[in-house]
């Protein structure tokens, strides 16, 4: 396969993107360079996707959501608040790694997005009930995917926080980060993705994983952490 690298043991073979935006579009060239066959379902038109990750994606192939879904994990780039929209059915059974943030300029006023009771990516968890979510990818900013991508052990290698309940999905998750070109950063349960949403100091900070380790450790002390302690303490 001209162009990529010879694919790691133990990362999945096959990733489907849902989202051919600027992220979703990121994700697939990073997919491709690591020798990983990519799907990549849009919203758009199957002649607009395709044409889209003609030029941003070479070698992505595009598809429908159910197409994207037969690939060994599923990466979900679309607006957070577009999740209901999501056929449960077509991604019952699969490993769903969920890189969507909440952004109320975007999604508009969403009690259910903006609950200090739980994470976005247990919202999404109980939407896709029958599917296994992990929340990663979602903290990098489009600078980081683009540019700073790396071989393990470079100097410059940025860290990407991980969070799910299932510690062999958490597992191809990692394995799939380090692929892509950057050093997995365990951060526990799928509740405590909501130490990298929007808002903490982990989000879009493009640090090391010693970094964003020590980042996520202080959230409960921020001021978003304690907004949330606070909240829960009440309820």
């Known amino acids: ?8 043991v133990g990362v999945p073979g096959s990733v489907g993107i849902v989202g051919a935006g600027r992220i979703g579009s990121a994700l697939a060239r990073l997919a491709r360079r690591a020798g990983l066959s990519v799907t990549v379902a849009g919203s ?7 044409a889209a990750i003609a030029l941003g994606s070479p070698g992505a192939r595009a598809g429908s959501l159910d197409d994207a879904a037969a690939a060994d994990v599923v990466i979900l780039a679309i607006p957070l608040g577009r999740y209901a929209a999501l056929a449960p059915e077509a991604l019952a059974g699969r490993l769903v790694v969920d890189a969507m943030n909440y952004w109320w300029e975007t999604d508009g006023a969403r009690p259910d997005l903006d609950d200090p009771l739980t994470s976005t990516s247990e919202t999404v968890q109980r939407h896709l009930s029958a599917s296994r ?3 990663a990818l979602n903290h990098m900013s489009l600078y980081e995917l683009d540019n700073l991508a790396f071989p393990a052990g470079h100097p410059e290698r940025r860290g990407a926080a991980i969070a799910g309940d299932d510690p062999d999905d ?3 998750v990692a394995a799939l980060v380090d692929a892509l070109g950057f050093d997995p950063v365990p951060a526990g349960a799928l509740a405590d993705g909501v130490r990298f949403e929007p808002g903490t100091e982990a989000f879009g900070a493009d640090e090391d994983a010693e970094e964003i380790r020590d980042m996520l450790d202080r959230f409960w002390g921020s001021q978003r952490g304690r907004v949330l302690r606070r909240a829960r303490g009440r309820a």
């Open 133 to 135: 979510v992990v929340k």
């Open 170 to 172: 958490v597992a191809a």
């Open 44 to 50: 758009g038109s199957l002649e607009r996707t395709a």
């Open 1 to 8: 396969m001209s162009g990529t690298a010879p694919r790691p």
